[in-house]
Nanobody
Framework: QVQLVESGGGLVQPGGSLRLSCVGSGIIFGYYDMNWYRQAPGKQRELVATISSGGSTNSTDSVKGRFTISRDNAKNTVYLQMNSLRPEDTAVYYC?????????WGKGTLVTVSS
């Protein structure tokens, strides 16, 4: 069974930084593209960043230059380094993977950006 567990969220002031982690199990991690999504209160879930199995990355325009996605396949972990955080980044952050046609999600980690 594929499981994803996010961690690293919390309360941070505007301009601050956090690093989120997502640890996967039940999967040969390095074979799959990994994604970070977020869902702000009252809004739809949106794709934040993607990292391919080969290490190519992409991110949504609103976080370009501030957020960095990376992965450590030996640790079955994908990271989201978030810098220069803004109040509008407040959301629950989720990682997901498309594993042989099935989408698996973690339970999310809450990031709150507030002074």
């Amino acid at each position: 069974q594929v499981q994803l567990v996010e961690s690293g969220g919390g309360l941070v002031q505007p301009g601050g930084s956090l690093r989120l982690s997502c640890v996967g199990s039940g999967i040969i991690f390095g074979y799959y593209d990994m994604n970070w999504y977020r869902q702000a209160p009252g809004k739809q879930r949106e794709l934040v960043a993607t990292i391919s199995s080969g290490g190519s990355t992409n991110s949504t325009d609103s976080v370009k230059g501030r957020f960095t996605i990376s992965r450590d396949n030996a640790k079955n972990t994908v990271y989201l380094q978030m810098n220069s955080l803004r109040p509008e980044d407040t959301a629950v952050y989720y990682c997901n993977v498309n594993y042989n046609g099935r989408i698996f999600w973690g339970k999310g980690t809450l990031v709150t950006v507030s002074s």
